[in-house]
C-alpha cells in the first residue's frame, strides 16, 4: 500500500482551495505533471483531500467503495435543499432512490415527451428572429427553465407569466447560495448572498407546499402519492428538482454542442457538415456526438466524498476523515481509455470507447449517479435533433475566446453568440448562389 502522492499540507496555512477554484484544470494538470500520478493530495476546503483523476480511480471511488466514501453531511447542498437523494448517505439514500425512481422512467417518462417536444418547438422557433447574432446560453438556459417548472411543477411561461417569472427569480437567487460563503448575515440595508439564498429558499418552499396540496396530476400529484419519509420530504426533492441547477446543465452541454459543431466561417467546415447530417440521420450516431459533448465539456467539475474508516483508493492508502474529490474534466481525458483524449470524435462510441459509457460520471456513476439521467438525454435528444432539422448555424463574430469556465458550471468564459439560418432558407440561398 503506497502514500498517495502529493502533500495535504498544514491546516488553514497549506489550504489550496483558492488555488484550485481560480483554475480547477490548470491545478490538477500541473499536480498530475509534477506527482507523475492521475491520483493525488493536497488540501481542499482546509482537508486533507485525494484528487481522483483517472477513470478506473473514479469506478473504484463511485461503485466499488460507494459504502466508504459517503456525502459530506456538512456540504452546503444540505443548507440549500435539505435531506434529499443527493444530500443523505446509507439506508436512507437506498430507500428515497428506490421511492423515486418511477418517476423518472417507463410511463411517467413518456408522459413526458409530447411536452418536451412542445416546448422545444416554442422556445427554438425564433432563434432568427432579431436577425442579430444570439447568446446561446441564455437561451438554452429559458429552455431548460421552462422544461424543469413545467414538468416538475406543472407552471408554464405562456399560461402562468407572473408565477413563472416570479419561481425564475428566486431560483436564481437560491442558486446564489450554493456559490456563496455560507456565512448567514441579514442587517439594515445589506443581507449575504448566503442570507437572500435562504430567504428566496423558504419562498420556493411556500409555492412548492401550496403545489403538492393543490396539484392532483402530473409530476406534483404522482411526487405527492410516493411512500416517502418524512412530511417534507416531497416538497424538499421538488426544490431540488426545480433548481436553477438543471437549466444550467442543460445550457452548459447545449451550448457546448453548438459550439463544437459550429462554422467559424459563413458555412461550417466539411467535418462539421458531416457531423450534423450523420447526427440527424442516424439516432445512435446523435447519442455518439452527445456522449462526446458530455466527455469534454462536463457541466459539473465532478463531486466530494468523505472517507469513512481507513481504506485504500487507486492503490493509495486514504485515512479515515480525508476528502476525495472525483474531477469530471480530466476523469473523462484519461488517456488510458480514450484514445486522443483530446479530440472530438464521436465515433469512437460505436467503436473502441463502445463499452465504456460508465467512465462518463458528468451525472456521477454508481449507485449514487443522477436519478434524472434518462429525462436529461430526452430533453437534449430532442433539442438537438431541432437545431439539427431546422437550422445552419455559425460562430458570429468568427473569432471569439471559448475558452471555458469551470465552475459553478461549465460554459465559455464569454457566453459566445451564434447567427442561425433558417435550414430552407439556406438551401434557398446556395441555390440561388448555384
Not at 164 to 190: D, E, M, R, Y
Not at 346 to 364: I, Q, V, Y
Request: aromatic share 8%; net charge neutral.
Amino acid at each position: 500500500m503506497s502514500k498517495l502522492p502529493g502533500n495535504a499540507g498544514v491546516s488553514l496555512l497549506g489550504d489550496k482551495s483558492l488555488d484550485f477554484y481560480r483554475d480547477p484544470m490548470l491545478f490538477c494538470r500541473e499536480k498530475m505533471d509534477k506527482h507523475g500520478s492521475r491520483v493525488f493530495q493536497s488540501r481542499l476546503m482546509n482537508r486533507p483531500t485525494a484528487f481522483v483523476c483517472s477513470a478506473q480511480g473514479m469506478k473504484e471511488l463511485l461503485c466499488e467503495k460507494s459504502n466508504v466514501f459517503l456525502k459530506d453531511p456538512t456540504d452546503v447542498m444540505t443548507n440549500m435543499y435539505g435531506d434529499t437523494i443527493v444530500t443523505t448517505n446509507g439506508e436512507e439514500a437506498c430507500l428515497l432512490r428506490l421511492s423515486l425512481t418511477s418517476l423518472f422512467r417507463g410511463s411517467c417518462l413518456e408522459s413526458s415527451s409530447d411536452y418536451i417536444t412542445s416546448v422545444c418547438e416554442q422556445c427554438l422557433k425564433d432563434l432568427v428572429h432579431s436577425g442579430e447574432p444570439r447568446c446561446v446560453y441564455t437561451a438554452f438556459k429559458q429552455l431548460g427553465t421552462e422544461l424543469v417548472l413545467g414538468i416538475f411543477l406543472n407552471v408554464h411561461a405562456d399560461e402562468q407569466p407572473e408565477l413563472f417569472q416570479k419561481i425564475t427569480q428566486l431560483c436564481t437567487q437560491h442558486w446564489h447560495g450554493l456559490i456563496s460563503a455560507p456565512v448567514n448575515v441579514k442587517v439594515p440595508l445589506w443581507s449575504s448572498g448566503f442570507s437572500m439564498a435562504l430567504e428566496a429558499r423558504d419562498q420556493l418552499m411556500e409555492i412548492i407546499k401550496e403545489k403538492l396540496e393543490n396539484d392532483a396530476e402530473g409530476f406534483v400529484g404522482s411526487l405527492r402519492s410516493l411512500p416517502l419519509p418524512g412530511s417534507g420530504c416531497a416538497s424538499q426533492h421538488l426544490l431540488l428538482f426545480i433548481s436553477a441547477l438543471i437549466p444550467k446543465a442543460l445550457a452548459s452541454l447545449l451550448t457546448s454542442f453548438t459550439v463544437a459543431l459550429s462554422g467559424k466561417e459563413q458555412k461550417p467546415s466539411l467535418f462539421q457538415e458531416e457531423t450534423r447530417r450523420r447526427a440527424l440521420m442516424d439516432a445512435d450516431y446523435l447519442q455518439g456526438v452527445l456522449l462526446e459533448v458530455q466527455r469534454l465539456w462536463p457541466p459539473f467539475i465532478g463531486g466530494r466524498r468523505i472517507a469513512e474508516k481507513d481504506t485504500t483508493l487507486a492503490g493509495f492508502h486514504v485515512p479515515k476523515g480525508y476528502g476525495a474529490i472525483y474531477i469530471s474534466h480530466a476523469i473523462h481525458r484519461d488517456p488510458q481509455v480514450f484514445e486522443q483524449p483530446d479530440s472530438f470524435l464521436p465515433e469512437r462510441w460505436s467503436g473502441r470507447n463502445a463499452d465504456h459509457k460508465h467512465f462518463l460520471c458528468s451525472f456521477g456513476s454508481g449507485s449514487r449517479n443522477c436519478i434524472g439521467i434518462k429525462l436529461t438525454n430526452v430533453f437534449l435528444k430532442e433539442a438537438c435533433t431541432f437545431l439539427l432539422t431546422h437550422y445552419d448555424w455559425c460562430l458570429d463574430p468568427p473569432s471569439q475566446n471559448l475558452d471555458y469556465k469551470w465552475l459553478p458550471v461549465s460554459r465559455p468564459a464569454n457566453p459566445p453568440t451564434v447567427s442561425y439560418t433558417r435550414m430552407d432558407a439556406a438551401r434557398t440561398e446556395g441555390n440561388n448562389t448555384t
